[in-house]
């Protein structure tokens, strides 16, 4: 029985459509800008309340809403690669025991990804990532090629690597379940010291979190059990600058603290 092959047309156009997925870039959903900006802006409710005291401060602030969109992408993307950074561990091992028992460099791939599917859901990185592997390599792609794609697509410094190393080796003859191995053991042990120093920091961090709450409660405890003491701080010129001042060290201060606990490998 003749096999059955999808129309040239067709196959480009899925392809092109599969070959859109960009990971270089964040982009919240709509539950996550949401999320966000209500945290922000009873955020800037209460520093308003707590350091001005004034409406009209609110509305002043409101344009911080946007570098502070800017800082929680920052960070949701470099949650997102650290995870596609280790489902790529997995692939790659995968892959690696199927080279080891006798697959050909494609069919590895097509095999990990039908062993990804037992530890993954259908949504994951790694799983979309290595079906689309096996699709576009039924219409005549070149692994190498498709995995170079990957990596830019991915902005995932090992994986980048990965895939240059592999193109490399692939088209001179070189050892490739050696190199996939080395490379796996490579990518292994920088994530098992990155997890390494999140742990060691992870005290530092939850220290630093409750020294950036404690002026900001020091200031509602005051606010709430002595109002008659921060009167003198509201509603005149001398006030509003030296709590602008105090607002300002502080956001610096917090700023600065959270930069000292990240530590990139």
């Known amino acids: 029985m003749a096999e059955k092959r999808i129309p ?15 990971y270089t870039t964040y982009r919240f959903s709509k539950k996550e800008i949401a999320q966000y900006a209500a945290m922000y802006l009873m955020l800037d409710a209460a520093i308003s309340y707590l350091f001005f005291y004034s409406p009209i401060a609110f509305f002043v602030l409101l ?3 946007w570098p502070f969109l800017k800082e929680q992408k920052v960070s949701l993307k470099r949650k997102r690669e650290s995870e596609m950074r280790r489902q790529f561990l997995d692939g790659i091992q995968m892959t690696s025991a199927s080279l080891q028992a006798g ?5 590895a791939f097509r095999e990990a990804a039908g062993e990804l599917t037992r530890i993954y859901k ?17 219409v005549s792609r070149n692994i190498e090629d498709l995995l170079m794609d990957l990596g830019r697509r991915s902005g995932v410094e090992d994986i980048i690597s990965f895939a240059e190393v592999f193109l490399t080796a692939k088209r ?6 050696l190199i996939i191995r080395n490379t796996a053991s490579c990518i292994r042990q920088k994530h098992e010291t990155m997890q390494e120093i999140e742990t ?7 220290e630093q979190n409750i020294m950036s709450l404690v002026p900001v409660l020091i200031l509602a405890y005051v606010k709430i059990s002595s109002p008659e003491f921060l009167d003198g701080m ?9 709590m602008t001042v105090c607002f300002a060290v502080y956001v610096i201060a917090c700023l600065w603290g959270k930069r000292i606990v990240q530590i990139e490998v």
């Open 8 to 22: 040239t047309g067709k196959a480009e156009s899925r392809v092109r459509s599969e070959l859109r997925l960009d």
């Open 103 to 107: 697959y050909s460099v494609e069919n």
């Open 63 to 65: 344009p911080g809403l």
């Open 172 to 177: 001179s003859g070189g050892d490739l379940l």
């Open 200 to 206: 060691c920091l992870s005290g530092k961090v939850m």
């Open 122 to 138: 259908e949504d994951e990185f790694i799983l979309r990532e290595f079906r689309i592997l096996s699709t576009q390599m039924d």
């Open 234 to 242: 509201y509603g005149n010129l001398t006030g509003t600058a030296v």
